[in-house]
């Protein structure tokens, strides 16, 4: 039986970069969802993305040199959706800042990208969810059966 595809509204799964948790529990599952804007890499490799609520934030890959992370490999290309899974939130360090997200580099294969922007792969979600509550439906009449 297929895996049936993922709620990307459910906050607890799909959490915003405002809701995406600064200590998470290691016995927690959620996976941030952005679209990468830009590959703003100096020193570590590091990419800006947009969440769900189109807020940008900022992708730290930590203990990596500049080149630690093939972006293109990993489908980490501008446009493209990335899925962080149990993403960090570090605050800011002064006030007015915005804080970022921060992968451990021991964990940078763990993030993937997703052909699609983020709009679109929500919107691709939710028509695939809708679909399959109709398997076992008559097509014709709407009967279950």
Do not use: H, W
Request: glycine letters at 14%; a neutral charge.
């Amino acid at each position: 039986m297929p895996t049936p595809t993922p709620d990307f509204s459910d906050p607890s799964l799909f959490p915003t970069f405002g809701t995406c948790p600064e200590d998470p529990s290691p016995s927690s599952t959620y996976y941030l969802l952005g679209q990468i804007k830009d590959d703003m890499t100096i020193t570590k490799p590091t990419l800006i993305l947009l969440d769900k609520d189109s807020s940008p934030f900022a992708l730290v890959f930590d203990n990596l040199d500049r080149d630690g992370v093939d972006f293109k490999k990993a489908g980490l290309k501008k446009g493209c959706t990335a899925v962080i899974p149990n993403g960090r939130k570090v605050p800011p360090k002064e006030e007015g800042k915005r804080g970022f997200v921060s992968v451990d580099g021991a964990r940078a294969g763990e993030v993937k990208g997703i052909p699609g922007a983020l709009g679109r792969v929500v919107d691709v979600g939710r028509a695939l969810r809708a679909r399959e509550g109709e398997e076992g439906r008559c097509e014709g009449c709407g009967m279950s059966g």
